[in-house]
Nanobody, 125 residues
């Protein structure tokens, strides 16, 4: 499967963006977990949000909880990340990922086997 992330851009402090991640070659239904991570310049890639197929549960990092929503559209084979009340600290390259993580590893980048190319989000103050 190939993942194509899109939707990033330049937005002002307090603005919103919706990131998309479309899968081709294989459907998301084959994966137990779909996630978004982000990487700011000079920093490690960190967990943002995840969707677990079993039970349909969602998970968020403390930094985005309450401001972001992860969702999926099975018909379009796409996963989304809606981000609101964006802050300059949200500036990063955002990556989507797919895999079959166990619950205890759902926030770990190493648990995901397939990655998109990343989309840049820049929040200006």
């Amino acid at each position: 499967v190939q993942l194509q992330a899109s939707g990033g851009g330049l937005v002002q402090d307090g603005g919103s963006l919706r990131l998309s991640c479309a899968a081709s070659g294989r459907t998301f239904s084959n994966y137990g977990g779909l996630a978004w991570f982000r990487q700011a310049p000079g920093k490690e890639r960190v967990f943002v949000a995840a969707f677990r197929k079993s039970g349909g549960y969602t998970y968020y990092s403390d930094s985005v909880k309450g401001r972001s929503t992860i969702s999926r559209d099975n018909n379009k084979n796409t996963v989304y990340l809606q981000m609101n009340s964006l802050e300059p600290e949200d500036t990063a390259v955002y990556y989507c990922a797919a895999g079959n993580p166990i619950l205890s590893s759902i926030r770990s980048a190493r648990a995901y086997t397939t990655w998109g190319q990343g989309t840049q989000v820049t929040v200006s103050s």
